[in-house]
């Protein structure tokens, strides 16, 4: 009884240990902490005394207190979140594609994560197929991107696919219809597509 007891505390410590809340920011917190960071470099915020500055932050966000200080404990814990979304990406990409990703960058700038990805379409009738499995990939292994950025290119190095999606949308893609609804459905969720076959 003791043995099981000890147990059963021992994997609540390991569960409820900081290494596994550290990584878990959601995307409302990363943006509300990266807004703060920026607000601090305003030159009317470093005027203020240091006591009322967390407040008037917080006030200019329309958010308690104890909300932004959360976001803030939250986004220190992460640490470097671009980093971290951007392999966890190229990992679940490269998975797909092989060999044939050619870039995968995220921007972290203003709060939200926006990634561009680059690869080296093989076979111009699957296009769609492609754009979407990458898609769906990534924002399954990067959950705090707002936008992708995608673009294929030919074997000349010639653009044949451009199109941005919403990380929303893209999470709307499932990975096992994407053979039938590529063309016909998923292509739709992109904005600004542009396909040369």
């Known amino acids: 009884m003791r043995v099981r007891s000890a147990l059963i505390a ?3 410590v390991m569960f409820s240990s900081p290494v596994f809340a550290a990584t878990s ?10 807004e703060y960071q920026a ?6 915020v470093q005027k203020m005394p240091e006591t009322r500055r967390l407040g008037a932050i917080a006030k200019n ?8 200080k959360d976001a803030i404990t939250r986004g220190e814990a992460a640490g470097e979140v671009g980093k971290t979304e951007e392999n966890s ?19 972290d700038g203003g709060g939200i ?18 754009a ?9 292994a990067s959950p705090l991107f707002a ?28 990975e096992d219809r994407i053979p039938l609804f590529a063309r016909a459905r998923y292509v739709k969720l992109f904005d600004g597509v542009k396909i040369s076959r």
């Open 10 to 12: 021992a994997s609540f």
């Open 25 to 34: 920011i959601s995307a409302a917190d990363y943006k509300l902490y990266r």
């Open 61 to 68: 966000f329309h958010v308690t207190e104890s909300k932004l």
């Open 89 to 107: 990406a190229r990992v679940a990409v490269a998975e797909v594609l092989k060999d044939r990703l050619d870039s995968l960058s995220v921007d």
């Open 147 to 174: 936008t992708l950025s995608l673009a294929a290119t030919d074997a000349t190095g010639a653009r044949i696919f451009e199109g941005k999606i919403d990380a929303e949308r893209a999470r709307s893609i499932k």
């Open 132 to 140: 979407a499995m990458v898609a769906a990939r990534a924002v399954a």
């Open 113 to 130: 994560l926006v990634a561009y990805v680059t690869w080296k379409n093989q076979d111009s009738q699957k296009l769609e197929e492609e």
């Open 39 to 44: 607000a601090l470099t305003d030159p009317r």
